[in-house]
């Protein structure tokens, strides 16, 4: 029982942090907004073309609602229980390919 408590607060830590942020009163979602190293650059490459197109227009009608200084009405704001990590499935495949090239760099070569 202690264990589910401890899960329990640690998604309600997870769920006023996600909401702390404030890109979901854009209507982003988290990996929107992960800083394009050159993992996150090759994973975008591998995405499928309509993830992308989905992913630009969040991001360009984020930048427009920043402009004009407002948000998404409440309703539109992405949720913490609906937001799609949809970068994370290819970042860790990048991660993965380059730390074993990197593994093999340096211990072959």
């Known amino acids: 029982m202690p264990i589910m408590k401890a899960l329990a607060s640690n998604v309600a830590i997870r769920r006023w942090a996600y909401n702390l942020s404030g890109f979901n009163k854009f209507g982003l979602h988290h990996d929107d ?3 394009e190293n050159d993992d996150v650059k090759e994973a ?40 799609d990590r949809y970068l994370q499935p290819y970042l860790e495949e990048v991660i993965k390919e380059r730390e ?10």
């Open 44 to 83: 975008l490459r591998r995405l499928p073309a309509h993830k992308v197109d989905e992913r630009s227009f969040r991001i360009i009608r984020a930048m427009q609602l920043s402009l004009q200084k407002i948000e998404l009405p409440k309703e539109q704001w992405t949720k913490f229980e609906e937001d």
């Open 33 to 35: 907004v992960l800083q």
């Open 100 to 109: 074993e090239k990197e593994y093999w760099e340096k211990n072959y070569y």
